[in-house]
């Protein structure tokens, strides 16, 4: 498990390397929810989303240690990930192979290569992604950094829990997206360590939630990936899951599903009452607070995770056309 000190320890390691992004109360949202609601807006994160917490984390503790050794970086990701992980190569001055499905955004594909690293459109699967990556890993001597299976991957997104509880000590409930878990089990092993108190609440999609299908099943199991607004959210939790499965399953209070209209409801209002353009998988608290699935008696965080969405697709979600 992850505890607090490697979190405080991925703090001071990845300081400099990332941003600490700004919080803003939703009067609008606050209404809904019964409580002030705060936006943490980790959509301004550089490239785009808080996976660049967890990337810039691993790559350092590779940089301490064995980096001599290895030819690069590789891994598979939906995008974020992805890109988070060619810019912290980049920044150690590493090679970075960011293996991607068929399924993966083109703009996602482009931004991991603007970084410098090469995207290799592989499979029709994350699952089917993996498997090149540990090719690579196995054969031709990268370090496979997963996108949250890692213990170091788990401290540096639990920065952002870190950074929530110095900007908002009142908080009372976060609101975190859930898919392979890596952002919620850090911002809840930081969280509930300093305030035993702190309600955690996971948002996932209706469509091909992994994590929701395991907790009900004890244990991972495999999921059909469909397409979802909130695409940052789908692929498996992997069935050798170590660390997240765990850790989301002890220290979650509860989990909330959303329609794909709900997702593009939050998307909407984010935009037109907020003037935050985020991608779908960074609108479910929203979403989830304008479905009324979401209430809460203390100061309330909505993580924006990312804002990693095309614009074209974001404008005709807004006007209702997606
Ligand atoms: C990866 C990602 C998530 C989900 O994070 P997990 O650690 O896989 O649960 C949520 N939002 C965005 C924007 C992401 O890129």
Redesign the pocket.
């Known amino acids: 498990m992850v505890g607090l000190e490697d979190i405080i320890a991925a703090q001071a390691r990845i300081a400099g390397k990332v941003r600490e992004t700004p919080v803003r109360q939703s009067a609008s949202l606050a209404r809904l929810a019964g409580a002030p609601v705060w936006l943490k807006c980790e959509?301004h994160q550089d490239t785009g989303?808080?996976?660049l917490r967890g990337a810039s984390n691993a790559v350092a503790r590779l940089d301490d240690g064995k980096a001599g050794g290895i030819k690069g970086v590789t891994t598979a990701s939906?995008?974020?990930?992805g890109r988070a992980l060619a810019q912290a190569a980049r920044d150690h001055g590493m090679d970075a192979v960011i293996c991607v499905s068929r399924l993966v955004p083109r703009n996602k594909i482009d931004a991991i290569e603007a970084l410098g690293a090469e995207a290799r459109v592989i499979g029709a699967t994350q699952d089917e992604a993996f498997e090149e990556a540990h090719r690579l890993e196995a054969e031709e001597g990268f370090a496979l950094i997963p996108?949250?299976d890692h213990p170091d991957v788990i401290a540096g997104?639990g920065t952002l829990g870190l950074e929530i509880l110095a900007q908002i000590p009142d908080v009372g409930a976060i609101a975190v997206?859930?898919?392979?878990?890596?952002?919620?089990?850090g911002v809840a092993a930081a969280a509930k360590a300093l305030r035993h108190d702190i309600r955690i609440i996971g948002i996932s999609m209706e469509n091909g939630a992994a994590?929701s299908e395991a907790l009900k099943a004890g244990h991972p199991v495999d999921v059909t990936e469909v397409e979802t607004l909130a695409d940052?959210?789908g692929g498996g939790i992997g069935m050798q899951n170590r660390l997240?499965f765990p850790m989301v399953r002890d220290l979650m209070d509860d989990l909330i599903l959303l329609s794909e209209d709900e997702i593009a409801a939050g998307i909407r209002h984010l935009s037109v009452a907020e003037g935050e353009v985020v991608?779908g998988?960074?609108a479910v608290g929203a979403g989830a607070v304008l479905a009324g699935k979401l209430v809460s008696d203390r100061p309330l965080v909505l993580i924006l995770?990312?804002g990693?969405i095309d614009l074209a697709r974001h404008a005709a979600i807004v006007r209702g056309e997606a």
């Open positions: 959509h989303a808080f996976k939906t995008g974020n990930h996108p949250f997104q997206p859930l898919s392979g878990g890596g952002l919620l089990a994590m940052s959210l997240t991608e998988a960074a995770s990312g990693n």
